[in-house]
């Protein structure tokens, strides 16, 4: 037969002051820093060479259009520009966040963290090679852009 138990008037005195821990207690873990001085010095050289191809392009779109190039009908705004520019870096910024963040349900996360600075270096190097590609970029009459501006003025 079972027996009643008043479990209002168990005593204290029989139950343990602290839980049980067997073995070393372990250190609450540092969270993981994603933002730290590596981070922001990739993602500044990523957003200076995205400055550079931007204002090189946007250059050469002017001194075509001054020239007549047939294939230049118009020069977007500045303000059109920087909008859709500021888009691109922001969800490349995301993109860098999200690989270096760690992610609980990815296998290989940590390889994939170690090597989150990959996408923002080369898309680094592309920038600069499409920037440089615009400034070294052909007017017409074979005058490279400087030289056209010297001949427009």
Known sequence: MAQNVDFNKVGTASLPLDPMVEGPVPAAAK??????????????????????????????????YAAGAPWVTSVPS????????????GSEFLVAYELKKSHSWLPGDRIVRKLWWVYPAVMTAVHIKNGVGNIRTQGPG???????AMQLQ
């Open 31 to 64: 969270p993981e820093r994603v933002f730290d001085k590596k981070f922001f010095v990739i993602m500044g050289f990523l957003g200076a060479a995205e400055s550079l191809r931007f204002t090189s392009r946007k250059l050469v779109l002017e001194r075509e």
């Open 78 to 89: 500045n303000q059109h520009v920087v909008v859709k520019n500021l888009a691109l870096y």
């Open 142 to 148: 074979g005058c490279t852009s400087v030289e056209c």
